[in-house]
Protein backbone atom coordinates (compact mmCIF):
# COMPACT_ATOMS: atom_id res chain seq x y z
CA UNK A 1 0.00 0.00 0.00
CA UNK A 2 2.63 2.49 1.19
CA UNK A 3 4.45 1.86 -1.85
CA UNK A 4 1.39 2.10 -4.15
CA UNK A 5 0.86 5.51 -2.70
CA UNK A 6 4.44 6.70 -3.14
CA UNK A 7 4.60 5.65 -6.85
CA UNK A 8 1.28 7.75 -7.26
CA UNK A 9 2.10 10.52 -5.90
CA UNK A 10 5.36 10.64 -7.85
CA UNK A 11 3.42 9.86 -10.86
CA UNK A 12 1.25 12.59 -9.98
CA UNK A 13 4.39 15.66 -9.85
CA UNK A 14 6.17 14.70 -12.89
CA UNK A 15 2.45 14.65 -14.74
CA UNK A 16 1.49 18.39 -13.41
CA UNK A 17 5.53 19.72 -14.30
CA UNK A 18 5.13 17.99 -17.68
CA UNK A 19 1.57 19.62 -18.34
CA UNK A 20 2.88 23.57 -16.80
CA UNK A 21 6.20 22.83 -19.41
CA UNK A 22 4.29 22.68 -22.14
CA UNK A 23 2.00 25.36 -21.09
CA UNK A 24 4.80 27.71 -20.32
CA UNK A 25 6.74 26.80 -24.01
CA UNK A 26 3.72 28.11 -25.88
CA UNK A 27 3.37 31.09 -23.85
CA UNK A 28 6.66 31.90 -24.60
CA UNK A 29 6.28 30.99 -27.87
CA UNK A 30 3.10 32.83 -28.77
CA UNK A 31 4.80 35.46 -26.95
CA UNK A 32 7.90 35.53 -29.73
CA UNK A 33 5.53 35.85 -32.82
CA UNK A 34 3.32 39.20 -32.08
CA UNK A 35 7.23 40.76 -31.12
CA UNK A 36 8.41 39.86 -34.39
CA UNK A 37 5.46 40.78 -35.96
CA UNK A 38 5.98 44.38 -34.85
CA UNK A 39 9.14 44.30 -35.69
CA UNK A 40 8.35 43.42 -39.35
CA UNK A 41 5.48 46.16 -39.47
CA UNK A 42 7.94 49.04 -38.20
CA UNK A 43 10.16 48.05 -40.98
CA UNK A 44 7.44 48.06 -43.80
CA UNK A 45 6.43 51.84 -42.34
CA UNK A 46 10.48 53.20 -42.79
CA UNK A 47 10.02 51.69 -46.02
CA UNK A 48 7.08 53.45 -47.17
CA UNK A 49 8.70 56.75 -45.55
CA UNK A 50 11.68 55.86 -48.47
CA UNK A 51 9.97 55.32 -51.24
CA UNK A 52 7.57 58.37 -50.74
CA UNK A 53 10.88 60.81 -50.58
CA UNK A 54 11.48 58.96 -53.41
CA UNK A 55 8.91 59.85 -55.40
CA UNK A 56 8.04 56.38 -55.94
CA UNK A 57 4.53 56.35 -54.37
CA UNK A 58 2.01 58.57 -54.41
CA UNK A 59 0.33 60.83 -51.86
CA UNK A 60 -2.62 58.87 -51.41
CA UNK A 61 -0.87 55.48 -51.93
CA UNK A 62 1.34 56.36 -49.25
CA UNK A 63 -1.32 57.16 -46.52
CA UNK A 64 -3.98 54.33 -47.88
CA UNK A 65 -0.83 51.93 -47.51
CA UNK A 66 0.61 53.60 -44.04
CA UNK A 67 -2.82 53.49 -42.19
CA UNK A 68 -3.13 49.85 -42.71
CA UNK A 69 0.12 49.08 -41.81
CA UNK A 70 -0.31 50.78 -38.63
CA UNK A 71 -3.63 49.42 -37.83
CA UNK A 72 -1.62 46.22 -37.90
CA UNK A 73 0.96 47.58 -35.87
CA UNK A 74 -1.43 48.39 -33.30
CA UNK A 75 -3.06 44.87 -33.44
CA UNK A 76 0.33 43.05 -32.83
CA UNK A 77 1.31 44.98 -30.00
CA UNK A 78 -2.13 44.73 -28.18
CA UNK A 79 -1.30 41.07 -28.34
CA UNK A 80 2.33 41.50 -26.87
CA UNK A 81 1.07 43.42 -24.40
CA UNK A 82 -1.71 40.75 -23.40
CA UNK A 83 0.59 37.70 -23.34
CA UNK A 84 3.32 40.23 -21.50
CA UNK A 85 0.99 40.83 -18.53
CA UNK A 86 0.38 37.01 -18.76
CA UNK A 87 3.33 35.94 -18.24
CA UNK A 88 4.85 38.91 -15.76
CA UNK A 89 1.50 38.24 -13.47
CA UNK A 90 1.64 34.53 -13.51
CA UNK A 91 -1.53 33.81 -15.60
CA UNK A 92 -0.39 30.02 -17.20
CA UNK A 93 -0.12 29.23 -13.57
CA UNK A 94 -4.05 28.98 -12.78
CA UNK A 95 -3.93 26.50 -15.77
CA UNK A 96 -1.14 24.30 -14.06
CA UNK A 97 -2.91 24.59 -10.81
CA UNK A 98 -6.34 23.59 -12.51
CA UNK A 99 -4.29 20.50 -14.14
CA UNK A 100 -2.60 19.52 -10.66
CA UNK A 101 -6.60 19.99 -9.07
CA UNK A 102 -7.61 17.65 -11.40
CA UNK A 103 -5.16 14.93 -10.77
CA UNK A 104 -5.67 15.32 -6.94
CA UNK A 105 -9.34 15.15 -7.42
CA UNK A 106 -8.69 11.55 -9.64
CA UNK A 107 -6.22 10.45 -6.74
CA UNK A 108 -8.81 11.64 -3.70
CA UNK A 109 -11.88 9.17 -5.90
CA UNK A 110 -9.69 6.25 -6.19
CA UNK A 111 -9.01 6.36 -2.55
CA UNK A 112 -12.65 6.89 -1.69
CA UNK A 113 -14.09 4.67 -4.22
CA UNK A 114 -11.66 2.26 -5.34
CA UNK A 115 -9.94 -0.26 -3.74
CA UNK A 116 -5.90 0.58 -2.59
CA UNK A 117 -5.78 -1.71 0.39
CA UNK A 118 -6.62 -4.81 -1.35
CA UNK A 119 -3.63 -6.47 -3.00
CA UNK A 120 -4.07 -8.91 -5.83
CA UNK A 121 -5.81 -12.63 -5.17
CA UNK A 122 -3.09 -15.18 -5.49
CA UNK A 123 -3.78 -18.61 -7.06
CA UNK A 124 -3.29 -20.15 -3.76
CA UNK A 125 -5.57 -17.93 -2.40
CA UNK A 126 -8.05 -18.43 -5.05
CA UNK A 127 -7.52 -22.22 -4.65
CA UNK A 128 -8.24 -22.39 -1.32
CA UNK A 129 -12.31 -20.12 -1.72
CA UNK A 130 -12.91 -22.90 -4.38
CA UNK A 131 -12.40 -25.42 -1.66
CA UNK A 132 -14.19 -23.86 0.39
CA UNK A 133 -16.91 -23.53 -1.59
CA UNK A 134 -16.49 -27.22 -2.79
CA UNK A 135 -16.62 -28.02 1.16
CA UNK A 136 -19.79 -25.95 1.44
CA UNK A 137 -21.80 -27.73 -1.32
CA UNK A 138 -25.19 -28.95 -0.02
CA UNK A 139 -25.75 -32.56 0.34
CA UNK A 140 -28.45 -34.41 -2.06
CA UNK A 141 -30.86 -35.10 1.13
CA UNK A 142 -30.53 -31.20 1.76
CA UNK A 143 -30.74 -29.84 -1.96
CA UNK A 144 -34.21 -32.22 -2.24
CA UNK A 145 -35.31 -30.23 0.96
CA UNK A 146 -34.66 -26.96 -0.31
CA UNK A 147 -36.25 -27.95 -3.98
CA UNK A 148 -39.38 -26.10 -4.16
CA UNK A 149 -42.07 -28.68 -4.52
CA UNK A 150 -43.31 -29.06 -8.26
CA UNK A 151 -46.50 -31.38 -9.00
CA UNK A 152 -47.18 -32.69 -12.42
CA UNK A 153 -49.76 -33.93 -13.68
CA UNK A 154 -50.14 -37.81 -14.19
CA UNK A 155 -51.89 -40.36 -16.53
CA UNK A 156 -53.87 -42.40 -13.81
CA UNK A 157 -53.44 -45.12 -15.89
CA UNK A 158 -50.15 -44.96 -16.09
CA UNK A 159 -49.62 -43.94 -12.45
CA UNK A 160 -51.14 -47.55 -11.19
CA UNK A 161 -49.02 -49.18 -13.60
CA UNK A 162 -45.77 -47.80 -11.99
CA UNK A 163 -47.01 -48.37 -8.24
CA UNK A 164 -47.81 -51.73 -9.58
CA UNK A 165 -44.46 -52.29 -10.67
CA UNK A 166 -43.35 -50.39 -6.76
CA UNK A 167 -45.00 -53.20 -5.28
CA UNK A 168 -43.70 -56.08 -7.88
CA UNK A 169 -40.20 -54.62 -7.19
CA UNK A 170 -40.53 -55.02 -3.01
CA UNK A 171 -41.03 -58.17 -3.47
CA UNK A 172 -37.99 -58.72 -5.84
CA UNK A 173 -35.19 -56.35 -4.76
CA UNK A 174 -32.31 -57.99 -6.97
CA UNK A 175 -34.46 -57.37 -10.11
CA UNK A 176 -31.92 -54.91 -12.13
CA UNK A 177 -34.36 -55.19 -15.56
CA UNK A 178 -37.21 -54.30 -12.99
CA UNK A 179 -35.52 -51.17 -11.61
CA UNK A 180 -34.05 -49.82 -14.11
CA UNK A 181 -37.83 -49.41 -15.83
CA UNK A 182 -39.00 -48.26 -12.46
CA UNK A 183 -36.19 -45.49 -12.42
CA UNK A 184 -37.40 -44.39 -16.25
CA UNK A 185 -41.25 -44.72 -14.98
CA UNK A 186 -40.77 -42.51 -11.72
CA UNK A 187 -39.07 -39.98 -13.97
CA UNK A 188 -41.54 -39.73 -16.97
CA UNK A 189 -43.92 -38.81 -13.70
CA UNK A 190 -41.79 -36.28 -12.61
CA UNK A 191 -40.67 -38.65 -9.86
CA UNK A 192 -36.90 -38.01 -9.34
CA UNK A 193 -36.37 -38.48 -6.35
CA UNK A 194 -37.76 -41.68 -6.39
CA UNK A 195 -36.09 -42.14 -9.77
CA UNK A 196 -32.79 -41.43 -8.31
CA UNK A 197 -33.40 -43.73 -5.81
CA UNK A 198 -34.48 -46.93 -8.15
CA UNK A 199 -31.22 -45.98 -10.21
CA UNK A 200 -28.78 -46.35 -7.39
CA UNK A 201 -30.26 -49.74 -6.45
CA UNK A 202 -29.71 -50.22 -10.22
CA UNK A 203 -25.63 -49.37 -9.48
CA UNK A 204 -25.57 -50.94 -6.62
CA UNK A 205 -26.73 -54.33 -8.15
CA UNK A 206 -24.57 -54.22 -11.10
CA UNK A 207 -21.43 -52.67 -9.21
CA UNK A 208 -18.57 -52.55 -11.41
CA UNK A 209 -20.17 -53.59 -14.38
CA UNK A 210 -22.73 -50.48 -14.23
CA UNK A 211 -21.74 -48.52 -17.40
CA UNK A 212 -21.07 -44.79 -17.98
CA UNK A 213 -24.63 -43.78 -19.05
CA UNK A 214 -26.21 -45.27 -16.27
CA UNK A 215 -23.60 -43.49 -14.00
CA UNK A 216 -24.42 -40.48 -15.71
CA UNK A 217 -28.48 -41.24 -15.84
CA UNK A 218 -28.13 -41.62 -12.17
CA UNK A 219 -25.99 -38.23 -11.86
CA UNK A 220 -28.62 -36.58 -14.13
CA UNK A 221 -31.42 -37.27 -11.55
CA UNK A 222 -29.81 -36.24 -8.85
CA UNK A 223 -29.58 -33.04 -10.53
CA UNK A 224 -32.92 -33.14 -11.46
CA UNK A 225 -34.34 -34.13 -7.95
CA UNK A 226 -32.38 -31.45 -6.61
CA UNK A 227 -34.23 -28.86 -8.80
CA UNK A 228 -30.53 -28.94 -10.96
CA UNK A 229 -28.27 -28.06 -8.06
CA UNK A 230 -25.39 -30.23 -8.14
CA UNK A 231 -24.62 -31.64 -5.10
CA UNK A 232 -21.93 -33.62 -3.77
CA UNK A 233 -23.41 -37.01 -4.22
CA UNK A 234 -24.29 -35.68 -8.18
CA UNK A 235 -20.81 -34.92 -8.37
CA UNK A 236 -19.38 -37.82 -7.07
CA UNK A 237 -21.93 -39.50 -9.64
CA UNK A 238 -20.58 -37.30 -12.39
CA UNK A 239 -16.88 -38.55 -11.85
CA UNK A 240 -17.92 -42.07 -11.97
CA UNK A 241 -19.49 -41.32 -15.57
CA UNK A 242 -15.83 -39.66 -16.27
CA UNK A 243 -13.43 -42.46 -14.60
CA UNK A 244 -15.23 -44.95 -17.29
CA UNK A 245 -15.47 -42.82 -20.00
CA UNK A 246 -14.07 -39.33 -19.77
CA UNK A 247 -15.07 -38.58 -23.03
CA UNK A 248 -19.14 -38.48 -21.96
CA UNK A 249 -20.05 -35.12 -23.23
CA UNK A 250 -22.85 -34.34 -21.10
CA UNK A 251 -21.27 -35.62 -17.89
CA UNK A 252 -18.42 -33.39 -19.15
CA UNK A 253 -21.06 -30.15 -19.73
CA UNK A 254 -22.49 -30.93 -16.28
CA UNK A 255 -19.23 -31.15 -14.55
CA UNK A 256 -18.41 -27.72 -16.39
CA UNK A 257 -21.39 -26.35 -14.45
CA UNK A 258 -20.42 -27.39 -11.08
CA UNK A 259 -16.65 -25.70 -11.57
CA UNK A 260 -18.21 -22.93 -12.44
CA UNK A 261 -20.22 -23.08 -9.05
CA UNK A 262 -17.49 -23.62 -7.04
CA UNK A 263 -15.47 -20.97 -8.60
CA UNK A 264 -13.26 -22.49 -10.94
CA UNK A 265 -14.69 -20.63 -13.89
CA UNK A 266 -11.23 -21.69 -16.01
CA UNK A 267 -11.84 -25.40 -15.32
CA UNK A 268 -15.38 -24.61 -16.74
CA UNK A 269 -13.69 -22.75 -19.69
CA UNK A 270 -11.39 -25.94 -20.34
CA UNK A 271 -14.04 -27.99 -20.79
CA UNK A 272 -16.40 -26.40 -22.99
CA UNK A 273 -13.95 -25.17 -25.00
CA UNK A 274 -13.44 -28.83 -26.22
CA UNK A 275 -17.09 -29.69 -26.43
CA UNK A 276 -17.81 -26.86 -28.29
CA UNK A 277 -14.76 -27.31 -30.87
CA UNK A 278 -15.51 -30.77 -31.01
CA UNK A 279 -19.06 -31.07 -30.93
CA UNK A 280 -21.84 -30.25 -32.72
CA UNK A 281 -24.95 -27.30 -32.50
CA UNK A 282 -27.14 -30.07 -32.23
CA UNK A 283 -26.14 -31.06 -28.69
CA UNK A 284 -28.57 -29.96 -25.95
CA UNK A 285 -25.90 -28.39 -23.97
CA UNK A 286 -24.34 -26.10 -27.21
CA UNK A 287 -26.21 -23.06 -26.46
CA UNK A 288 -25.82 -22.45 -23.56
CA UNK A 289 -21.83 -22.62 -23.97
CA UNK A 290 -21.73 -20.79 -27.12
CA UNK A 291 -23.60 -18.01 -25.05
CA UNK A 292 -20.73 -18.25 -22.06
CA UNK A 293 -18.06 -19.57 -23.58
CA UNK A 294 -16.66 -15.58 -24.56
CA UNK A 295 -17.11 -14.64 -20.87
CA UNK A 296 -15.57 -17.96 -19.63
CA UNK A 297 -12.41 -17.22 -21.80
CA UNK A 298 -12.03 -13.35 -20.55
CA UNK A 299 -12.48 -14.47 -16.82
CA UNK A 300 -10.03 -17.34 -17.65
CA UNK A 301 -7.45 -14.60 -19.50
CA UNK A 302 -7.37 -16.01 -22.52
CA UNK A 303 -8.37 -14.67 -25.81
CA UNK A 304 -10.45 -17.25 -27.64
CA UNK A 305 -12.39 -16.83 -30.62
CA UNK A 306 -15.29 -19.71 -30.84
CA UNK A 307 -15.56 -21.75 -33.84
CA UNK A 308 -18.07 -21.42 -36.39
CA UNK A 309 -21.37 -22.61 -36.02
CA UNK A 310 -21.74 -26.28 -37.97
CA UNK A 311 -24.12 -29.06 -38.12
CA UNK A 312 -24.74 -32.09 -36.79
CA UNK A 313 -22.66 -35.20 -37.96
CA UNK A 314 -24.17 -38.22 -39.78
CA UNK A 315 -22.92 -40.25 -36.61
CA UNK A 316 -25.13 -37.52 -34.33
CA UNK A 317 -28.48 -37.84 -36.83
CA UNK A 318 -27.83 -41.57 -36.40
CA UNK A 319 -27.14 -41.22 -32.63
CA UNK A 320 -30.02 -39.08 -32.17
CA UNK A 321 -32.56 -41.16 -34.27
CA UNK A 322 -31.45 -44.38 -32.11
CA UNK A 323 -31.76 -42.35 -28.56
CA UNK A 324 -34.26 -43.67 -26.54
CA UNK A 325 -37.26 -42.04 -24.88
CA UNK A 326 -36.00 -40.96 -21.70
CA UNK A 327 -32.54 -40.56 -22.72
CA UNK A 328 -34.00 -37.93 -24.88
CA UNK A 329 -35.92 -36.81 -22.37
CA UNK A 330 -32.02 -36.30 -19.98
CA UNK A 331 -31.05 -34.56 -22.86
CA UNK A 332 -33.68 -32.23 -23.13
CA UNK A 333 -33.61 -31.42 -19.55
CA UNK A 334 -29.85 -30.39 -19.41
CA UNK A 335 -30.95 -28.09 -22.41
CA UNK A 336 -34.06 -26.79 -20.39
CA UNK A 337 -31.46 -26.36 -17.29
CA UNK A 338 -29.39 -23.70 -19.18
CA UNK A 339 -32.17 -22.15 -20.80
CA UNK A 340 -34.18 -21.42 -17.64
CA UNK A 341 -31.10 -19.98 -16.03
CA UNK A 342 -30.26 -17.56 -18.60
CA UNK A 343 -33.62 -16.62 -19.12
CA UNK A 344 -34.25 -15.70 -15.56
CA UNK A 345 -30.78 -14.24 -14.85
CA UNK A 346 -30.38 -12.15 -18.08
CA UNK A 347 -33.80 -12.37 -19.54
CA UNK A 348 -34.26 -12.82 -23.90
CA UNK A 349 -35.95 -12.86 -26.87
CA UNK A 350 -39.28 -13.89 -27.34
CA UNK A 351 -38.31 -17.33 -29.31
CA UNK A 352 -36.04 -18.12 -26.54
CA UNK A 353 -39.23 -17.95 -24.19
CA UNK A 354 -41.19 -20.00 -26.87
CA UNK A 355 -38.37 -22.73 -27.06
CA UNK A 356 -38.18 -22.78 -22.93
CA UNK A 357 -42.14 -22.93 -22.75
CA UNK A 358 -41.95 -26.20 -25.87
CA UNK A 359 -39.39 -28.21 -23.70
CA UNK A 360 -41.63 -27.91 -20.58
CA UNK A 361 -44.12 -29.17 -22.53
CA UNK A 362 -41.97 -31.70 -23.91
CA UNK A 363 -40.97 -33.01 -20.49
CA UNK A 364 -44.90 -33.03 -19.52
CA UNK A 365 -43.70 -29.92 -16.85
CA UNK A 366 -47.38 -28.64 -17.82
CA UNK A 367 -48.00 -26.08 -14.98
CA UNK A 368 -44.29 -25.07 -15.30
CA UNK A 369 -45.00 -24.21 -18.91
CA UNK A 370 -48.07 -22.61 -17.95
CA UNK A 371 -45.97 -20.22 -15.25
CA UNK A 372 -43.57 -19.33 -17.97
CA UNK A 373 -45.90 -18.44 -20.05
CA UNK A 374 -47.64 -16.34 -18.15
CA UNK A 375 -44.35 -14.71 -17.19
CA UNK A 376 -43.55 -14.28 -20.90
CA UNK A 377 -47.31 -12.70 -21.60
CA UNK A 378 -46.15 -9.88 -18.76
CA UNK A 379 -43.04 -9.03 -20.72
CA UNK A 380 -44.31 -8.73 -23.97
CA UNK A 381 -47.95 -7.60 -23.86
CA UNK A 382 -46.93 -4.50 -26.19
CA UNK A 383 -45.68 -6.60 -28.93
CA UNK A 384 -47.94 -8.31 -30.99
CA UNK A 385 -45.42 -10.08 -33.33
CA UNK A 386 -44.30 -11.62 -29.59
CA UNK A 387 -46.97 -12.25 -28.70
CA UNK A 388 -47.80 -14.78 -31.56
CA UNK A 389 -44.75 -16.83 -31.24
CA UNK A 390 -45.76 -17.13 -27.54
CA UNK A 391 -49.16 -17.90 -28.51
CA UNK A 392 -48.12 -20.70 -30.90
CA UNK A 393 -45.23 -22.15 -28.35
CA UNK A 394 -48.34 -22.31 -25.95
CA UNK A 395 -50.21 -24.02 -28.57
CA UNK A 396 -47.48 -26.93 -29.31
CA UNK A 397 -46.92 -27.10 -25.45
CA UNK A 398 -50.62 -28.45 -25.37
CA UNK A 399 -51.26 -25.11 -23.31
CA UNK A 400 -53.82 -23.63 -25.54
CA UNK A 401 -56.10 -25.30 -28.73
Known sequence: MEIFMIISAVVLVLITLLIGIILLRQVQNSEITP????????????????DRAKGVLADEEFDSMRAEIGRRMISAAKVEVDITTLASSGGFLPLV?????????GAVLYVQVGSPNNPDTPIAARYAQSDALKAARLSQADAEGQAPARSTPQDPTYAQLVSDLRKALAIRP??????????????????????????????????????????????????????????????????????????????????????????????????WRKLLEAGTDSAPYMPLIRRTIIDLSMISGVNYKPPEVKGPSDEDIKNAAEMSADDRRIMISSMVTGLADRLANEGGPSPDWAQLIIAYGVLGEIETAQEILNEALQLFNRRPADLKILKQAATSAGLLK
Open 35 to 50: MRQVDVYSEQMRGLER
Open 97 to 105: MVSFAACIV
Open 174 to 271: NDIQGHKLLAKSESRLGNYASAQSAQARVLQLKADEASPDEWYAYAELLILAADTYISKEAEAALRQTLRRDPNHKLALFRIGMYFDAIGRPDLTFGI
